[in-house]
Structure formats: structure tokens, C-alpha cells
Nanobody, 124 residues
Framework: VQLQAYGGGLVQAGDSLRLSCAAS????????MHWFRQAPGKEREFVAA????????YYPDSVKGRFTISRDNAKNTAYLQMNNLKPEDTAVYYC??????????????????WGQGTQVTVSS
């Protein structure tokens, strides 16, 4: 089982970026997909979650209205569209998969699979 996150980079404040998380070795539609991020010296932070077929999504207030999670089960890929990026969005972004749909306390839950992370740096 492998989750590969990619698409990070260096952008300016106000720019957009789309991250991808490609899955292999799993039946992708069996999994709820998530994005997390971790900035240096900070705890891992939940960013977004999307249900098995994309009908339901969750976001924390810090990214709501700016970030959109989506998925393409035919391509075994989840996405995180990030608009109006801010310097405080700078972090390593990770994707994670679980069979269960959580509705809160995402940072304390257990996940079946994690991607390796992709760096997003937003300059002011």
C-alpha cells in the first residue's frame, strides 16, 4: 500500500496550489481520504477530509472557504485545491487514508495509511 503526495512548492501569498495524493495497492473507494499539515515546531494539524465517494467533506475554520478537497476514484487520487494561500499555510502536507469516516477530533484518530508529505512554502 502506498500513498504518494505531490504538488507542493514555493508560492507567494494569494497564490493557488493543488496537491495530489495518489494511492496504489488499495481499493481507493474503500477509504476516506484526509489531508494534514505540520509546520516546524508545531503539532500536526487536520486540513480536510472527504468521504468515500466525495459526498461529504470537512474542514477546520483555518482553511474553510480557501481549501477544497476532492477525489477521483477512477484515478485513485485525492486532491487538495488551496486558494488564497497565506504564509501561515507553510507546512509539510500529508495525505492519510482510513476506512472509517470521522466527524471530529481528526488529529487524535488513527489512520491506516500515510503519504510521505510534500512541502508547501508561502512567502509574504
Amino acid at each position: 500500500v502506498q500513498l504518494q503526495a505531490y504538488g507542493g512548492g514555493l508560492v507567494q501569498a494569494g497564490d493557488s496550489l493543488r496537491l495530489s495524493c495518489a494511492a496504489s495497492g488499495v481499493t481507493f473507494s474503500d477509504y476516506v481520504m484526509h489531508w494534514f499539515r505540520q509546520a516546524p515546531g508545531k503539532e500536526r494539524e487536520f486540513v480536510a477530509a472527504i468521504s468515500w465517494r466525495g459526498a461529504t467533506a470537512y474542514y477546520p475554520d483555518s482553511v474553510k472557504g480557501r481549501f477544497t478537497i476532492s477525489r477521483d476514484n477512477a484515478k485513485n487520487t485525492a486532491y487538495l485545491q488551496m486558494n488564497n494561500l497565506k504564509p501561515e499555510d507553510t507546512a509539510v502536507y500529508y495525505c492519510a487514508a482510513t476506512r472509517n469516516m470521522y466527524r471530529n477530533n481528526w488529529s487524535t484518530r488513527s489512520y491506516d495509511h500515510w503519504g510521505q508529505g510534500t512541502q508547501v512554502t508561502v512567502s509574504s
